[in-house]
């Protein structure tokens, strides 16, 4: 695999990915991202990007705070301590 | 300092063909080749007879969401090579060594049950893509054909012909509830052809493959996206039935890949016992299987 | 025994465009302000009244399709299908919300519509 790794934050670095690489890394994404072992629960923190955490997620509402005042507790994954 | 997990695997000594063996905590006994993300050194963290693999994560590691998918599968790849490996999803991160053995210790039995399954199996991955736009205009085409025909004879002589908003005399109700009903039977139509093709698809691997997960129609176009799981084997014997299928005549495309350490196929049965864990898919999923859709 | 990864396909734009539809591959960044905040509970319930809406058409479509119901039967429910679609837009359009906006995606269960 070609050493020079780009970041797909900016989408003008994604497309210049040939289409072979780019489907490649659809591929890995599409198998990475939400399957293999999945874990939630209060043991697990991601320190991605709100909008990352919840990629399997597909959130509507605008943020984390948000959502969890509406549910009147933190979500799983959101928060370092347990409820 | 953060752990970063890869994959959990089944580190039995005589498996082992990596030239040298892991050793816990230090990087000393590691194969060069696995040293990455943010440059931290790749060990594992043993737990009774299994181990996770892991490396430290940088507090600052901001970039790690994108950049490094590429180097999480490379490396769950590599050790596929000694091992068998139940790959971490992407981002799987414990604020502590004591975090990261609870959880093997919550999960052990469906580790050992998976690790077991899936002991010297690959999974391959089949995209297919088809023309939902023909292949909706052909079904039109049938259907305005067969208007008159004895199956549509049940039908209310209201719904026998199509929608008609020229005659003034159709209220708009009609002529709705024809719309309606009329893209129904297409799309009711277009629904048992994916299926058909699917099956003639898929039967092509059912006697290769141990198990297979299928997606049928995740957009209009995208037929089916399936996964198979395969011995290591026959693979060979996986990779020439798609070269039979891909050079079947029709309007089908595909996409083959693998082999793909065994994503698809990690089943785990515990399920958190956090109170606050709420599943949306689960209860969603529920109540479309009861409407059917 | 080595195994050589391999990705096959003769049709790498057609699939990159699907798969592309399917994941959001670009992470999007969602601000949070106030604005936003209703927006995405008008974005909720409309989804979710957008659900039972077409569970609605879907289950009046089967009823049709069995052949029990009169003429006029039918026309009723056109006429309060009709409503109801009429009356979806009426609030799409007070929201400033569009139909792709209104879909959920359930992970392993693809999307919502």
């Given at each position: 695999?070609?050493?020079?790794?780009?970041?797909?934050?900016?989408?003008?670095?994604?497309?210049?990915?040939?289409?072979?690489?780019?489907?490649?890394?659809?591929e890995?994404?599409?198998?990475?991202?939400?399957?293999?072992?999945?874990?939630?629960?209060?043991?697990?923190?991601?320190?991605?990007?709100?909008?990352?955490?919840?990629?399997?997620?597909?959130?509507?509402?605008?943020?984390?705070?948000?959502?969890?005042?509406?549910?009147?507790?933190?979500?799983?994954?959101?928060q370092?301590?347990?409820? | 300092?953060?752990?970063?997990?890869?994959?959990?695997?089944?580190?039995?000594?005589?498996?082992?063909?990596?030239?040298?063996?892991?050793?816990?905590?230090?990087?000393?006994?590691?194969?060069?080749?696995?040293?990455?993300?943010?440059?931290?050194?790749?060990?594992?963290?043993?737990?009774?007879?299994?181990?996770?693999?892991?490396?430290?994560?940088?507090?600052?590691?901001?970039?790690?969401?994108?950049?490094?998918?590429?180097?999480?599968?490379?490396?769950?790849?590599?050790?596929?090579e000694?091992?068998?490996?139940?790959?971490?999803r992407?981002?799987?991160v414990?604020?502590?060594?004591?975090?990261?053995?609870?959880?093997?210790?919550?999960?052990?039995?469906?580790?050992?049950?998976?690790?077991a399954?899936?002991?010297?199996?690959?999974?391959?991955?089949?995209?297919?893509?088809?023309?939902?736009?023909t292949?909706?205009?052909?079904?039109v085409?049938?259907?305005?054909?067969?208007?008159h025909?004895?199956?549509?004879?049940?039908?209310?002589?209201?719904?026998?012909?199509?929608?008609?908003?020229?005659?003034s005399?159709?209220?708009?109700?009609?002529?709705?509830?024809?719309?309606?009903?009329?893209?129904?039977?297409?799309?009711?139509?277009?629904?048992?052809?994916?299926?058909?093709?699917?099956?003639?698809?898929?039967?092509?691997?059912?006697?290769?493959?141990?198990?297979?997960?299928l997606?049928?129609?995740q957009?209009?176009?995208?037929?089916?996206?399936?996964?198979?799981?395969?011995?290591?084997?026959?693979?060979?014997?996986?990779?020439?039935?798609?070269?039979?299928l891909?050079?079947?005549?029709?309007?089908?495309?595909?996409?083959?890949?693998?082999?793909?350490?065994?994503?698809?196929f990690?089943?785990?049965?515990?399920?958190?016992?956090?109170?606050?864990?709420?599943?949306?898919?689960?209860?969603?999923?529920?109540?479309?299987?009861?409407?059917?859709? | 025994?080595?195994?050589?990864?391999?990705?096959?396909?003769?049709?790498?734009?057609?699939?990159?465009?699907?798969?592309?539809?399917?994941?959001?591959?670009?992470?999007?960044?969602?601000?949070?302000?106030?604005?936003?905040?209703?927006?995405?509970?008008?974005?909720?319930?409309?989804?979710?009244?957008?659900?039972?809406?077409?569970?609605?058409?879907?289950?009046?479509?089967?009823?049709?399709?069995?052949?029990s119901?009169?003429?006029?039967?039918?026309e009723?429910?056109?006429?309060?299908?009709?409503?109801l679609?009429?009356?979806?837009?009426?609030?799409?359009?007070?929201?400033?919300?569009?139909?792709?906006?209104?879909?959920?995606?359930?992970?392993?269960?693809?999307?919502?519509?």
């Amino acid at each position: 695999m070609d050493r020079q790794i780009k970041t797909l934050q900016d989408k003008n670095s994604y497309l210049d990915f040939r289409k072979q690489e780019r489907v490649t890394l659809l591929e890995i994404l599409d198998r990475a991202l939400d399957k293999g072992v999945v874990i939630s629960g209060d043991i697990v923190i991601s320190v991605a990007d709100v909008d990352l955490v919840y990629l399997g997620l597909k959130v509507l509402l605008s943020s984390v705070e948000t959502m969890e005042r509406l549910r009147g507790a933190p979500m799983a994954g959101a928060q370092e301590e347990p409820t | 300092m953060k752990i970063y997990a890869y994959g959990i695997i089944d580190s039995n000594p005589e498996e082992i063909v990596l030239p040298i063996p892991f050793k816990e905590g230090t990087n000393s006994g590691m194969d060069e080749s696995l040293r990455e993300l943010g440059e931290a050194p790749v060990y594992n963290i043993p737990y009774r007879d299994i181990a996770v693999i892991v490396s430290e994560l940088n507090e600052e590691a901001k970039e790690i969401t994108d950049t490094y998918i590429l180097e999480h599968e490379r490396i769950v790849e590599r050790l596929m090579e000694g091992f068998t490996v139940l790959p971490m999803r992407f981002l799987t991160v414990f604020n502590t060594k004591k975090d990261l053995l609870s959880m093997a210790e919550f999960y052990y039995e469906d580790f050992k049950d998976n690790l077991a399954r899936l002991h010297n199996k690959v999974e391959f991955g089949m995209k297919v893509i088809w023309p939902a736009d023909t292949i909706k205009q052909r079904i039109v085409d049938v259907y305005h054909k067969t208007k008159h025909n004895p199956e549509r004879i049940g039908l209310p002589d209201l719904l026998k012909e199509g929608p008609n908003v020229s005659i003034s005399t159709e209220s708009p109700a009609k002529t709705f509830v024809k719309e309606k009903f009329q893209e129904h039977i297409i799309e009711k139509e277009f629904q048992e052809e994916a299926n058909r093709c699917i099956q003639v698809v898929d039967d092509y691997f059912n006697r290769i493959a141990c198990e297979k997960k299928l997606k049928r129609l995740q957009t209009e176009n995208l037929l089916l996206n399936s996964s198979y799981l395969v011995e290591k084997q026959r693979q060979n014997d996986f990779k020439q039935a798609f070269e039979q299928l891909k050079n079947t005549p029709g309007d089908l495309k595909f996409l083959f890949s693998g082999p793909w350490p065994c994503y698809n196929f990690v089943t785990l049965t515990k399920k958190p016992s956090s109170v606050d864990y709420f599943n949306t898919e689960d209860m969603l999923g529920r109540l479309l299987k009861t409407q059917d859709l | 025994m080595t195994m050589e990864r391999i990705i096959e396909t003769d049709s790498e734009s057609a699939f990159i465009e699907e798969i592309e539809k399917v994941q959001d591959v670009l992470p999007k960044r969602i601000d949070a302000n106030s604005k936003n905040v209703e927006k995405g509970l008008a974005k909720l319930v409309l989804t979710l009244v957008e659900l039972i809406r077409k569970l609605l058409e879907k289950q009046a479509m089967r009823r049709i399709e069995g052949g029990s119901l009169s003429e006029e039967e039918i026309e009723g429910i056109g006429e309060t299908l009709m409503k109801l679609e009429n009356k979806m837009k009426e609030l799409k359009e007070i929201f400033g919300l569009k139909d792709e906006e209104l879909n959920l995606n359930l992970g392993p269960l693809g999307d919502l519509m």
